[in-house]
């Protein structure tokens, strides 16, 4: 199928939401996506923690959504979370639309409830972690986005946990 066409496909899938997501059963991955690395976490059956489960680096924004389809499929996951970039005075950029259409793409390549969830502080939170356990350099650039897969992951584990 020609790129255009499946741009024009996937512009008309709607994501799901979070009430969607807790109908679910089973497994959910996280994928904090980004130009040259998309962190990915993944949750136990149970939905209690997240865990850091690598990253991909494919190059390109079709690429990546591929490859984590195939690690979504691998993972046997019910549903996935990609983060949302929002801003912190709450509005959405072009960072936030691109995540958007990443996330769409993942939603009909994989036929999965796919929803996002604000990733405010996740980037900066993990930079904190990684500080304070002096993890520097090239070792650092391996876990960073790994990293903020999980706390993404598990910052929305524990938000369905609370909700009615």
Known sequence: MPENDTIMNEEFVELD???????TAGKIM???FGDTRTGLAVSDGSRFLASGIGYVSPGGI???????????????????????????????????????????????????????????MTTMTASR????????????????DTLSAQIILQNCLDRLKYMN
């Open 17 to 23: 939401t979070l009430e969607t997501l807790k109908s």
């Open 30 to 32: 996280a994928v904090d």
């Open 62 to 120: 079709e690429k990546t959504a591929e490859a984590v389809s195939a690690e979504a499929k691998e993972q046997r996951v019910a549903a996935i979370v990609v983060g949302l970039p929002v801003n912190m005075d709450g509005t959405q950029g072009s960072r936030a639309e691109r995540c958007k259409k990443f996330a769409r793409m993942l939603k009909e390549q994989t036929g999965l409830c796919v929803t996002t969830f604000d990733e405010r």
């Open 129 to 144: 972690y990684l500080n304070e356990t002096n993890t520097r350099g090239k070792k650092r650039k391996g876990v960073i």
